[in-house]
């Protein structure tokens, strides 16, 4: 066997998950099926880090719609409730930016690690 061949088989031998060489040829020999599975752990990570942030988002949004009711309900002067909604727009713009840009950043993600 070659050194590329012996490399490709070790490296099949440990993507098997089989604990004894001789039994992993043995099943490649008579051509038995042999399954394996490769978790792909910065995929998971970059999944759940990805529900937390979509939560925080909603959260965000509540938040959102509860301060608005409260600037319309407690500031009799349209003009500092305005000057208020202003500036929170100008967050929600910052945060919509990022939202694409997180989508856009997913895309890329499954594309390179998860379409193999």
């Not at 070659?2 to 490399?7: A, F, G, L, Q, R």
């Not at 202003?86 to 919509?96: F, R």
Request: glycine share 4%; hydrophobic share 40%.
């Amino acid at each position: 066997m070659t050194e590329e061949e012996n490399s490709k088989l070790l490296s099949l031998f440990e993507s098997s998950g089989m604990s004894n060489k001789a039994k992993f040829i043995i099943a490649l020999l008579f051509q038995r099926e042999i399954k394996t599975v490769k978790i792909d752990v910065a995929a998971m990570d970059y999944h759940s880090q990805l529900t937390k942030l979509l939560g925080q988002f909603r959260s965000v949004g509540v938040n959102y719609n509860q301060v608005v009711k409260i600037l319309y309900s407690h500031f009799s002067e349209k003009k500092k409730a305005a000057a208020y909604l202003y500036k929170l727009e100008k967050q929600t713009i910052e945060m919509v930016r990022l939202c694409k840009q997180i989508i856009t950043l997913t895309g890329q993600f499954e594309q390179k690690h998860l379409n193999k």
